[in-house]
């Protein structure tokens, strides 16, 4: 049973950084598709970005342009670069991963960390 520890997350004014990682456990070269999720206060979890093994990416609208995701499948991990972050980025932020394509449905992903905080103030 595969593994994911998600790391990085923080406190950081509107316009920050931050840099978050997930580390599997064993490898993810049969995960085809990994991913970062978010789930704000109060909201539902949504699909932020995700890329599979020939690193095709998916980004949502509201990311798109401040984020980008990368995985260095020979170290087991997985990265999100946040730049140009807003307060409505707040959220728990989760790392997941499924062996079959990427899509949005979070009920099909096999593979879930347990979150790391990221928290922006304007």
């Known amino acids: 049973q595969i593994q994911l520890r998600e790391s990085g997350g923080g406190s950081v004014q509107s316009g920050g950084s931050l840099r978050l990682s997930c580390s599997a456990s064993?490898?993810?070269?049969?995960?085809?598709?990994m991913g970062w999720f978010r789930q704000g206060q109060g909201k539902e979890r949504e699909r932020v970005a995700t890329i599979d093994t020939s690193h095709r990416t998916t980004y949502s609208p509201s990311i798109a342009g401040r984020f980008t995701i990368s995985r260095d499948i020979a170290e087991n991990t997985l990265y999100l670069q946040m730049n140009s972050l807003k307060p409505e980025d707040t959220a728990m932020y989760y790392c997941a991963a499924r062996p079959d394509f990427c899509n949005g449905n979070l009920r099909q992903y096999n593979y879930w960390g347990q979150g790391t905080q990221v928290t922006v103030s304007s």
């Open positions: 064993l490898s993810t070269s049969r995960l085809n598709c």
